[in-house]
């Protein structure tokens, strides 16, 4: 299995330009996580969904931030406005629920506002 | 919420030396501790877990102790190489395995 897969890898965009983040889930698993990392504030939950139906929107900072999945192999999580602020890794990881706890990180793509 | 610390946030051992790594928490109803190992530009990868059900668990160099009384989870690598070099991340859930709480990480150096 290719694991989580997430483009871009990196992505530099200016100030108030909209950015879109992919992601690409392990097939078979029905969970799929958005996570944001900075020095700051560490590894956070965005958002979660559970066969394609978000769960827990909670950590999802402004609205300018929102996710979709609009089916079981594919996720985007879009920030429109961007600001500088958020500049972070952001990473998408994918469970199954027949299994274990663990989730699968894809290997992030780093996103850097100017 | 559950609020999780991780000491230390650096440490360096000498190769052939142990590591620990201490987490707390604050949630009594955490019941599931994942510790992940996290490469530079790389995801994190989860190297062993615990269950609150168990008190220590155990996968070759790599140990995981956990004391649901007092609240705190440790991660212990014996005899440590080089390829340990990295950032540990600990974690706590409830029996859901979703909501993860991660700390704030340990980046670990192994001096040759």
């Known amino acids: 299995d290719a694991g989580v897969i997430q483009s871009p890898r990196h992505e530099v965009t200016e100030m108030g330009q909209e950015v879109t983040l992919r992601c690409k889930p392990i097939?078979?698993?029905?969970?799929l996580f958005w996570y944001r990392q900075t020095m700051m504030r560490g590894l956070e939950l965005l958002i979660y969904f559970n066969n394609n139906v978000p769960i827990d929107d909670s950590g999802m900072p402004e609205d300018r931030f929102s996710a979709k999945m609009p089916n079981a192999s594919f996720s985007t999580l879009k920030i429109q406005p961007s600001e500088p602020r958020d500049s972070a890794v952001y990473f998408c990881?994918?469970?199954?629920?027949?299994?274990?706890?663990?989730?699968?990180f894809g290997p992030g793509t780093r996103l850097t506002v100017t | 919420g559950e609020n999780v610390e991780q000491h230390p946030s650096t440490l360096s051992v000498q190769e052939g030396d142990s590591a620990v790594i201490k987490c707390t928490y604050s949630d009594s109803a955490s019941n599931y501790f994942p510790w992940y190992k996290q490469e530079l530009g790389k995801g994190p990868q989860l190297i062993i877990d615990?269950?609150?059900?168990?008190g220590e668990k155990k996968d070759q160099r790599i140990a995981v102790t956990l004391n649901k009384t007092a609240k705190h989870f440790s991660l212990h690598i014996t005899e440590t190489q080089p390829e340990d070099s990295a950032v540990y991340f600990c974690?706590?859930?409830?029996?859901?395995?979703?909501?993860?709480?991660f700390g704030t990480g340990t980046s670990l150096t192994v001096i040759p």
């Open positions: 990881a994918s469970r199954y629920s027949g299994g274990n706890y663990e989730q699968y």
């Open positions: 097939s078979g698993h029905d969970y």
């Open positions: 974690a706590a859930s409830r029996r859901t395995g979703n909501q993860f709480y």
């Open positions: 615990i269950r609150s059900n168990v």
